[in-house]
Structure formats: C-alpha cells, structure tokens
C-alpha cells in the first residue's frame, strides 16, 4: 500500500486561504468516506482535525474545512494563522480494511 | 480525561525485539481500537496496526510476522512488540485510539522513541 501523495510544502500570509491535496486511488481515498486530517507541530503528537472527509471534531476551529472529489481529498485553512503553522497528514481507510497516511504536507505562515 | 500514556525512550540493537506499552485511561477501555503508528526521524506517519479489546488484531502487511499486538484490559494497557529490529525501524512509536468503525484516530499517546544502533 503506497502513501498517499501530498504536496511537500505549501504557504501563505496571515489571514489567507490555503488548500491542499491528498490524491489516492479507487482502493482508498475514492473507495470510502473515512478520510481523516491531522495536524503535528514540531515535537508534539499528531492532533485530529477532521474526519470522515469534512467533519470536525468539537474544538477545532472552523475556519479548518475538507472535502473529496474522486480519489482527491482537500484541506482548507481560511484566516490563516500563525499557529497553524505545521505538518498536516490525511489517512484514509483502505478496502483492505487497512489503513495509509499522506506523505505529509509542511505549512509555512510568511 | 482521555489519557493514552506510553512506556519511556528504548535503545536495542539490530535483531533484538522492542516491547512499547500504551495504558489507557479517562474512558471505557472495552469500547474502542487501540492503533500503532509510528514516524522515523524527519519522516512521515506510518499505520502499523491495530487491536481491539478482545486481542483481535489487524496488521499492517509491511509488518505482518514482525509485529505483535497484545492487550490486557485488566490494567487498560496494550503493548506492542516488534522483531528482528533494523537501523531503519528508529522511529517514534504512537499508540492512537479509533471508537469502532469510526476509521480515525480521535486521542493519541505522547510517543516512544526506539533508537535501533549496534
């Protein structure tokens, strides 16, 4: 099962929106509707921020937003923030009944 | 609260086994998965499996035959077991926690760092 392909590096300036991609394939990301997003900041561990394509767990912020298309999921940060400056990885559930993660994307604030 | 707390920092050489423990507290322990995964330095995350509280398991196929998953609900605590370690299994090892067919891992314990150097 290969890793899911995420961009390397995507920026953007305080108060702007960014979107990112997690492309996969018919045996996983355009097989289910369990794709799932998380954040890790350096040293810490990963942080649940969506779920099931486009839900959010109580307490992340809505300015965090996700959907699919296909074997594609996306991310949106609106309002960009300083804080939101780290790794985001997807996972999706796989018809294996296996599970794989995104080759992780960086987020730099400028 | 949802607590998954993991055993401390580990040293092996290359073919010895490494045994990490996740023990969990704050909710029902019965009710949900228990998943590894881990990241090796600089690295992405990398799902290596899963167990449930009855010790059914479901492993990564990178990592059938090399890993072991095992429960003990009597202290809340899961333990994972990897073989015949290499230099490239150094990674943190992240036990994370999946509410049945919920496909995402909603609380995460702090990481274990297991460095494999002869």
């Known amino acids: 099962q290969s890793a899911l392909t995420q961009p390397a590096s995507v920026s953007g300036s305080p108060g702007q929106s960014i979107t990112f991609s997690c492309t996969g394939t018919s045996s996983d990301v355009g097989a289910v509707n369990h794709v799932s997003w998380y954040q890790q900041h350096p040293g810490k561990a990963p942080k649940l921020m969506i779920y099931d394509v486009s839900n959010r767990p109580s307490g992340v912020s809505d300015r965090f937003s996700a959907s699919k298309s296909g074997n594609t999921a996306s991310l949106t940060i609106s309002g960009l923030q300083a804080e939101d400056e780290a790794d985001y990885y997807c996972?999706?559930?796989?018809?294996?009944?296996?599970?794989?993660f995104g080759t992780g994307t960086k987020v730099t604030v400028l | 609260q949802v607590q998954l707390v993991q055993s401390g920092a580990e040293v092996k050489k290359p073919g010895a086994s490494v045994k990490v423990s996740c023990k969990a507290s704050?909710?029902?322990?019965?009710?949900?998965?228990i998943h590894w995964v881990r990241q090796a330095p600089g690295q992405g995350l990398e799902w290596m499996g899963m167990i449930n509280a009855g010790g059914g398991t479901n492993y990564a196929p990178k990592f059938r035959g090399r890993v072991t998953m095992t429960v003990d609900t009597s202290t809340s605590t899961v333990y994972m077991d990897l073989s015949s370690l290499r230099s490239d299994d150094t990674a943190i090892y992240y036990c994370?926690?999946?509410?049945?067919?919920?496909?995402?891992?909603?609380?995460w314990g702090q990481g274990t760092l297991a460095t494999v150097s002869s």
């Open positions: 994370a926690r999946e509410l049945p067919s919920g496909c995402y891992f909603d609380y």
């Open positions: 996972n999706s559930f796989t018809s294996s009944s296996t599970y794989v």
């Open positions: 704050g909710y029902i322990f019965t009710k949900y998965y």
